[in-house]
T-cell receptor, first 115, second 114 residues
Framework: AQTVTQSQPEMSVQEAETVTLSCTYD???????LFWYKQPPSRQMILVIR??????QNATENRFSVNFQKAAKSFSLKISDSQLGDAAMYFC????????????FGTGTRLQVTL | DTAVSQTPKYLVTQMGNDKSIKCEQN?????MYWYKQDSKKFLKIMFS???????INETVPNRFSPKSPDKAHLNLHINSLELGDSAVYFC?????????????FGPGTRLTVL
């Protein structure tokens, strides 16, 4: 079974600084997708960034980028120039390719942004 | 315009009651999902439907019954509610069953069973 591990229950970053959230996963599949979702206090789940496993280039979306290390099964999220609005729970998620595959989430990292 | 909507947002009920949560998406998506988020924020898939057909059914008690009258709606009915059913339930949708598709989530329904 696939598992997703987020070893940092809480992280804190100062406004305008950079923070990296860790995620590792376990799978025997070679083709899959990895995601980071954000859940602010409003409870709404929002996709931050996604990565396809066969693409070696790390995905970037504005201030958000990932460090995807397929051999190490690691998928960390880097947030640059942190803003107060980045404060949220961040969930790493995995989904293998296939029509009946499910999205498997990690336990989440709560990010605090301080002034 | 709300993409994925759920009603109600909050639901407080007694043990043993039966309740339903409704979900609607106006994105024209083919695939819809129900997730449960427990008190520790752990999020887990319950069901997935594609074009009104059940494609994922996790190990969920059969007191939980999803119903998809059309591909824009996926409702969740829960019989004989138990204390352990207290959680936030999220509905989501995606364009189709493609694994790389973004899933769009509703605002969640916080269910409290007393």
């Amino acid at each position: 079974a696939q598992t997703v591990t987020q070893s940092q229950p809480e992280m804190s970053v100062q406004e305008a600084e950079t923070v990296t959230l860790s995620c590792t996963y376990d799978t025997s599949e070679s083709d899959y997708y990895l995601f980071w979702y954000k859940q602010p206090p409003s409870r709404q789940m929002i996709l931050v960034i996604r990565q396809e496993a066969y693409k070696q280039q790390n995905a970037t979306e504005n201030r958000f980028s990932v460090n995807f290390q397929k051999a190490a099964k690691s998928f960390s999220l880097k947030i640059s120039d942190s803003q107060l609005g980045d404060a949220a729970m961040y969930f790493c998620a995995y989904r293998r390719t296939g029509t009946a595959s499910k999205l498997t989430f990690g336990t989440g990292t709560r990010l605090q942004v301080t002034l | 315009d709300t993409a994925v909507s759920q009603t109600p947002k909050y639901l407080v009920t007694q043990m043993g009651n039966d309740k339903s949560i409704k979900c609607e998406q106006n994105l024209g998506h083919d695939t819809m999902y129900w997730y449960k988020q427990d008190s520790k924020k752990f999020l887990k898939i319950m069901f997935s439907y594609n074009n009104k057909e059940l494609i994922i059914n996790e190990t969920v008690p059969n007191r939980f019954s999803p119903k998809s009258p059309d591909k824009a709606h996926l409702n969740l009915h829960i019989n004989s509610l138990e204390l352990g059913d207290s959680a936030v339930y999220f509905c989501a949708s995606s364009q189709d069953v493609g694994a790389g598709n973004e899933q769009f989530f509703g605002p969640g329904t916080r269910l409290t069973v007393l």
